[in-house]
RNA sequence: GGGCCUAUGGCGGAAUUGGUAGACGCGAUAGACUUAGGAUCUAUUGGGCAUCCCCCGUGCAGGUUCAAGUCCUGUUGGGCCCACCA
């Protein structure tokens, strides 16, 4: 029979379903466990991407060989649905969010089983079941507890015209980015998590992971763990002084002026009679950039000073304080001492405003700032040191007179928790008559989201669920009425802690018991898109360390071993995108060339993590291959024997090395051109051993399944190779009696000997000798010989 | 501006971590089978050339080494992230 590819498909899938076959009983500790896991998806309208099975599928082959490794394995799906774009499609559409996010898990589901996955639909659960989200509100509630959740007043992208709250992506130049219409920057109350108190944890948690290095970097970029001094400037003829932060305490004499950022409360108390007008217009435009418009505009360094005098606490000398919007409000103290001899933004500044440089290291400053390490000058006690010194004297010097001390600064900020939308996790909380927020109670949870004909952003920036029912609305705290919050979380807030859930995602009593929680986490290989190098997954371990503090779980970083899947691009080298017109649709894959071969062409185009274009020649050649393998079984069951000929023996036992190792390091490729030597080897044999080919089937069988339940079938008379050994290697079937190694000649390799394993340098050398190729070569006397046993003969002749 | 990654045939990519560069696949060429082949099988396939001999070849320029795609220095192009972080 002709390999048919969709009756195979529909025969196994219907033995997957009806055996379940895949499901996990995580109370089961007898067998090693391992935790698998893909980043769940967003169930967007358009259906599956060519790109979601790449991950998958190299999830599913780890799970696959895991199972046959004798691991209990966990290996879940479910969906991240709560989010903005259903929210947009919904009033664009006029549906509702829930019944349009439903059917797309439902279209998603079915796509993603036709791909031959293992999952363990059991543990299926999407954020927006009030089941799950009650336990997202749950851990809210923990962390409004532990001072960890607060509010607010913080200046936000607010735009009149669309009535409502734009993220900074949203707003360019000022004005939002769709319609273009003015955008303000005004306060508004908003939920914030205490992410910052995790600062130090989370960048020192880094150093344990198993994750790519380029993720570890941006992780800590984000943090931005600095080490410096924060210095004491005291303002002349006030009781007022003000905090700098610096990195580079060494250049303290050579602090010209002090800037305040925009936001500084001192400005506003400090600044002069004269400059008064002046400085507040310019801290209201200020403050009327959006971070963007500040930021992206030309560099020019703006500035008022503010007609006070500061204090350098080293030297005494009495130096101008500016207002400055380069000084940045959000980090460190929002106030710098300014060096422009060695540091470029000083420098232009001074320069602008001319201001004194004064010069204290060695170096040229009459183009630019010297920022590089030389001997200070002008610097009393550190002259004459380089940079480590110097900070060494002036920070000891400061830290003496109680002016100064060793400070560590971090980027990260605390997050902004509330969006003004529907679609979401209320928040839950309650505010009575007094003001006061309340968490609502734990046995009151869910706060279940109100179904909401009008879910539209209110007029005057206020959130949709200001406008849900009275009943919805009022509420009562602990007799007292109250008033529901009617901001709802970001999606970020159930994507932070599923991976925890599966474990038990039916418990009704607790996000999930502490003793499964702590059998079968750290995650053992989590694999998803680099587009989650910071966000996701920084959510993710504060979530998981705060959930370790209050007790609920052992493990400390929730993903032991991440990695991530490149990209698949369209034919022409693109991104696919519908404008472009290289979109490929999984489905018609299925079912034109079947499941497993756009599984196997895409581990088989390149590295896992690499991107990738598309294809079809490539996918041609994958489904050529599968029917390659699918015809030896077929066709060629004559040269089958249940006698070892040894024919295959060194082909098929370095096959199960290598696909071994290679499945464990992810490097799938590598794996299917193995296979795919060993198959030419097979073809050309005389006798197959059948053992080899059930092994080989085995391993197959994790890239293709669907044909490879098939084979394994066929050859075995069994249903079902998931729970079949992971087939194994004899190294003394690899060992050759003879190796053959390179024969160079002055460095350059000019034939090859084949040699007894273990053969003595001078019988190498007689080979070698019998060589025409490099006897030929071989001009002037032997200076020296380089010889490593197995890998290389170099003779230097001269 | 800073950080990280990357560069190998016509194409996707291998290379035991310093040891004959180009595994495997795609594409191409020739042949076999066939009514037919866009199926299958066999052979060849980095470039040059005096064609199985030799020379040149891993973005570019240097260096270390008996030996470099691999290590070091500099440089150019591509990708991603952060971006006035004091």
Known sequence: MPYDHQAIERKWRQFYEDNKTFECDTRDFSKPKYYVLDMFPYPSGQGLHVGHPEGYTATDIVARKKRMEGYNVLHPMGWDAFGLPAEQFAIKNNVHPEEFTRKNIAHFKEQIKALGLSYDWSKEFATIDEDYYRWTQWIFVKMFENDLAYVSDIPVNYCEELGTVLANEEVVDGKSERGGYPVKRIPMRQWILKITAYAKQLEEGLKDLDWPKSTIEMQKNWIGESHGVEIDFAVKGTKESFQVYTTRVDTLYGCTYCCLAPEHPLVKKLVSPSQ????????????????????????????????????????????????????????????????????????????????????????????????????????????????????????????????????????????????????????????????????????????????????RPAKDGKPPLSKAPKAWLETTYEGQKAVRETNTMPQWAGSSWYFLRYVDPHNQNVLADKELLDHWLPVDLYIGGQEHAVLHLLYARFYTRFLHDIGVLEAKEPFKRLYHQGMILGANGEKMSKSRGNVVNPDDIVRDFGADSLRLFEMFAGPLNESKPWSTSGLTGSRRFIERVYRLVEDFSDKFSDQNSGELDTSYHSLVKKVSADFEALSFNTAIAQMMVFINDAYKAKTIYRPYLEGFVKMFGCICPFVGEELFEKLTGKKGFDYEPWPTYDESKLKKDEVTIALAINGKGRDTLTLPVGASQEEAIEAAKKSEKAMKHMVGTIRKVIYVPGKILNIIVS
């Open 276 to 455: 008064r007008e002046a400085v507040l217009k310019y801290v209201e435009e200020a403050s009327r950039k959006s971070d963007l418009a500040r930021t992206s505009l030309e560099k020019e360094k703006t500035g008022v000073a503010l007609g006070v005098t500061a204090i350098n606490p080293i030297n005494g000398r009495e130096i101008p304080i500016y207002v400055a919007d380069y000084v940045l409000g959000a980090y460190g103290s929002g106030a710098v001492m300014a060096v422009p001899a060695h540091d470029e933004r000083d420098y232009a500044f001074a320069r602008k405003h001319d201001l004194p440089i004064i010069q204290v290291l060695e170096g040229d400053i009459s183009e630019n700032a010297f920022t590089g390490d030389a001997k200070h000058i002008n610097s009393d006690l550190a002259d004459g040191l380089d940079i480590a010194g110097a900070k060494a004297v002036i920070t000891k010097k400061l830290v003496e007179l109680g002016k100064g001390r060793e400070k560590v600064n971090y980027k990260l900020r605390d997050w902004v928790f509330s969006r003004q939308r529907y679609w979401g996790e209320p928040i839950p909380v309650a505010q009575t008559e007094d003001g006061k927020e309340h968490a609502v109670p734990v046995k009151d949870l869910p706060v279940v989201l109100p179904k909401m004909e009008d879910y």
